[in-house]
């Protein structure tokens, strides 16, 4: 499995980015998961989705602002940002997980994209 993240770039608070996962291998029947990384800190849970999108999960600081969502016929999966914030601003990572059911922590993801930078001007 390849994971290739697509979409970041530098925006205004308030703004909009659209994120893209596109993903070569078995992911159709996988949970798929957005992590983040700001400098100096940890990578952290985002958002994750279901293998047919009926369940998402979001962390607390993105509810109501970020959408997951996924194409299996693109075998793509997205992440809308909407009202951006200036603490938003990180490397996004998207990931393969290696269950069935929704999980937040790092390890239960086993393939990993490069990761894509989103900055959030104030």
Known sequence: VQLQASGGG??????????????????????????????????EFVAAITWNGGNTHYADSVKGRFTISRDNAKNTVYLQLNSLKPEDTAVYFCAKSRYSLIYTELNAYDYWGQGTQVTVSS
């Open 10 to 43: 530098l925006v205004q608070a308030g703004g909009s980015l659209r994120l893209s996962c596109a993903a070569s291998g078995r992911t159709f029947d996988a949970v798929m998961g957005w992590f983040r990384q700001a400098p100096g800190k940890e990578r």
